[in-house]
């Protein structure tokens, strides 16, 4: 579709636009040409991936729920998506700070979303915390050994379906019969997902989408070390 468009021609926002309608058609490489031009106007990488990507993945969300759309054309916009999360990778995690905390973060079991989750741990090696990510479709006892093998000081689970989420609260059950809990800070996010949900389910905070997972991450972070100066 747009071959025959000059992307030099384009306004930024012209520029999302059409972003926006290659991911909904599934166009992997005018995805990644699309970001590749809007990186060389000096956006930001960040601005590229919540205006550009992010947006663009919302309508394909919402014609999805709308029955517009069906599984293999949201198959292939994820496929888009990630390909222009490729390019943006790099910029957003290779920052050279130094490791301010370690997280292993996972899908939860019988949840094959992760684009969501992948930009998290993106956002989050940006900042300087090492990420160990499970990947989709993790139990309890991946994320138990994961943590036993990591040691992080967070845990992170993602959740984009409303069948799936309670199984976070088993995840934290287990984390406390291993006595694990109190060694590390639990962060939950995805769509479905609410403040009030991560209360009930004992989370330390929910994240809205990844920048706030990484403010609040530091926010934690920086409690710990005047907790540890303290003592
Ligand atoms: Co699915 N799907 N899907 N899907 N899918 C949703 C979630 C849905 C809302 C679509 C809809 O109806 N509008 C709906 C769920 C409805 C519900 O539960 N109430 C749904 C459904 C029903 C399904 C299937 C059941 C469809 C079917 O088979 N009939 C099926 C389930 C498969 C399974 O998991 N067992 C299914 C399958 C799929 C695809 C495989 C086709 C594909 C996933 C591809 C992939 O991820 N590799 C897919 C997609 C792409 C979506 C939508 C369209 C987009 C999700 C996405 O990537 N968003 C989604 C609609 C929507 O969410 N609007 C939908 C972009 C991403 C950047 O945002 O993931 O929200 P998000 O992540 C944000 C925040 O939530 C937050 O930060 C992220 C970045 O800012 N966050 C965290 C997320 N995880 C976090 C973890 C943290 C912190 C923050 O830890 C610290």
Redesign the pocket.
């Known amino acids: 579709m747009t071959e025959e468009l000059d992307l030099t021609t384009l306004s930024v926002e012209e520029l999302y636009e059409v972003m926006g309608d290659d991911l909904y058609d599934g166009y992997k490489e005018e995805v990644v040409e699309g970001v590749k031009e809007a990186l060389s106007r000096n956006v930001a990488p960040y601005d590229v991936l919540t205006s550009g990507l992010?947006a663009g993945?919302?309508i394909?969300?919402?014609d999805?729920?709308d029955g517009v759309l069906f599984?293999p054309e949201?198959?292939m916009?994820?496929n888009a998506?990630?390909a222009g999360m490729a390019v943006l990778r790099p910029l957003l995690a290779e920052t050279g700070a130094p490791s301010v905390g370690k997280m292993v973060?996972g899908t939860v079991k019988?949840?094959?979303?992760?684009?969501?989750?992948n930009?998290?741990a993106m956002m989050m090696e940006g900042a300087g915390f090492d990420v160990i990510n499970l990947g989709i479709n993790q139990s309890a006892e991946n994320f138990i050994a994961a943590v036993k093998e990591h040691q992080p000081t967070f845990v992170?689970?993602?959740a984009?379906?409303?069948?799936?989420m309670p199984y976070m609260k088993v995840i934290i059950d287990a984390l406390k019969e291993e006595g694990l809990r109190d060694q590390v800070t639990v962060?939950?996010?995805?769509?479905?997902l609410n403040e009030a949900f991560a209360e009930a389910i004992e989370a330390d905070a929910y994240?809205?989408?990844?920048?706030?997972?990484v403010e609040t991450a530091k926010k934690f972070a920086a409690i710990r070390r005047q907790r540890a100066a303290a003592s």
Do not use: Q, W, Y
Not at 110 to 117: A, N, R
Not at 160 to 164: A, D, I, M, S, Y
Not at 187 to 192: F, Q
């Open positions: 992010v993945m919302e394909v969300g919402n999805f729920r599984v949201v198959l916009a994820a998506m990630k973060i019988g949840d094959i979303h992760d684009i969501g989750k930009l998290v992170g689970m993602s984009l379906l409303t069948t799936t962060l939950v996010g995805g769509a479905p994240c809205r989408d990844a920048a706030v997972a």
